[in-house]
């Protein structure tokens, strides 16, 4: 536990000493850099009994904060952002491929389990049908529907205890796609006693201080960041609010003002390698330099990309692409075709796939940019900012087919001035 950042620690902890912490932090920077770790570690060093310049890790509130199940703790995380299982969890099924298929089958999972070999932690990815309820035109967290629906499953006790323990964390919430005022202020749905602003007024039950952390904070509606700004304002003396966001310009002025602004960027080289070794046993030489590409600098970006698949992608765009750059009319809309229904037919998000398409075009035109002669570079320019209008556009809900057949034409046009034909 002493990743939080060196120069911002020593403020905290002078701070600390005098008496004048701040109440609200707003750490921002891209998903993946490790925002909640960070916000953990901040929360840890508020409680932990030590009371030295960084948290211990081993007294009962840093354990039990570090294990998302303490009173005076809360978590709220979108449902889209993986839980981390170890190997060791995975192979406490009797055969884990098979289980893992079956979770997903049955709407327990979402489809997005990556490939599993030499990775000492695997993002699984809870699908939201068990996890929430609707009530009253509401959408509501619900742990106990989760745990009702595995028993009444018919999984091997083994598979049942994996699957509630996905859920057990006590202090953390899910949220499906927004934070709404039920959740900061409470209503007939939340209920008014779990929400957090009635949660922190009240006194901590046994730490020095309560803590929640809202990841993705620019989620918020208005009415719940105007509901929030109001405790701002006044903060409970006992009480830390950690906002995390890749978005910040998502928050309100008023917010964004009224707490400390911590900022993460993107790791350099030497960091980026050691923060993939958190995630990866070995990694040969070659998967290594291409992660680190792919991962810019932000190691939760590199350690969700499934290599495989990755690498299969991106033919299929070079093949396209290259289609277009030697004017093959015929291939290059018959490749499309073929292309375009890949995306219709994956067993997953469709929009998701086709963003990951949309990023292997980006990657592929900007590295040729920088290899290539003025000719082929204005070209790759073309490609670049015509995908790149694209990938900005795409949204769930498009019609992805009209879409994508419009984007294939942009991807046509681009070399139309090569103007070589094959
Ligand atoms: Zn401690």
Not at 97 to 117: C, H, M, N, Q, T
Not at 150 to 169: I, Q, Y
């Amino acid at each position: 536990m002493n990743r939080l950042l060196p120069v911002w620690r020593e403020s905290i902890v002078r701070r600390r000493e005098e008496g004048s912490l701040p109440h609200a932090f707003l750490i921002h920077g891209p998903t993946g850099i490790g925002k909640t770790e960070e916000a953990l570690h901040l929360a840890a060093l508020f409680v932990c009994e030590s009371e030295t310049d960084r948290p211990c890790g081993e007294c009962d509130a840093c354990t039990s904060f570090g294990e998302y199940g303490d009173l005076d703790f809360r978590l709220l995380r979108p449902v889209e952002k993986p839980c981390w299982v170890s190997p060791e969890e995975l192979a406490g099924l009797s055969d884990p491929g098979a289980s893992l298929k079956r979770f997903l089958d049955d709407g327990f999972l979402a489809p997005s389990v990556p490939e599993i070999a030499g990775r000492t932690r695997i993002p699984l990815t809870l699908a939201s049908t068990h996890l929430f309820r609707r009530v009253g035109g509401r959408i509501r967290y619900d742990r106990a529907q989760w745990n009702r629906r595995v028993e009444n499953g018919k999984f091997e006790p083994s598979e049942e205890r994996f699957l509630l323990g996905l859920v057990t964390p006590l202090s953390l919430a899910r949220y499906s796609s927004t934070i709404g005022i039920g959740h900061i202020s409470g209503d007939s749905v939340v209920g008014a006693d779990t929400a957090i602003l009635k949660w922190i007024s009240r006194k901590p039950s046994g730490r020095r201080r309560k803590v929640v952390i809202l990841e993705d904070a620019d989620r918020m509606t208005e009415e719940a960041q105007n509901s929030l700004l109001k405790t701002l304002e006044e903060p409970p003396a006992d009480s830390v609010l950690v906002l995390t966001t890749a978005r910040r310009e998502g928050l309100l002025e008023t917010i964004r003002s009224r707490c400390e602004d911590v900022r993460l960027s993107p790791l350099g080289e030497t960091d980026m390698r050691d923060a993939l070794g958190t995630y990866f046993d070995s990694l040969a030489d070659d998967d290594a330099r291409e992660l680190m590409q792919l991962g810019e600098g932000v190691p939760g970006r590199a350690a969700l990309v499934d290599l495989d698949r990755h690498r299969r992608e991106r033919g299929e765009v070079e093949e396209l692409i290259g289609w277009a750059r030697s004017r093959s009319f015929d291939r290059f809309f018959t490749t499309l075709e073929a292309w375009i229904e890949g995306i219709e037919s994956a067993n997953e998000d469709s929009v998701a796939v086709a963003r990951r398409r949309l990023t292997a075009v980006l990657s592929w035109s900007r590295d040729r940019a920088v290899e290539q002669n003025q000719a082929d570079f204005d070209s790759m320019e073309r490609l670049f900012r015509s995908t790149h209008r694209a990938a900005v556009s795409l949204r769930p809900g498009a019609n992805l087919r009209l879409y994508l057949e419009e984007f294939g034409r942009r991807i046509w046009d681009a070399f139309a001035r090569e103007g070589t034909p094959a």
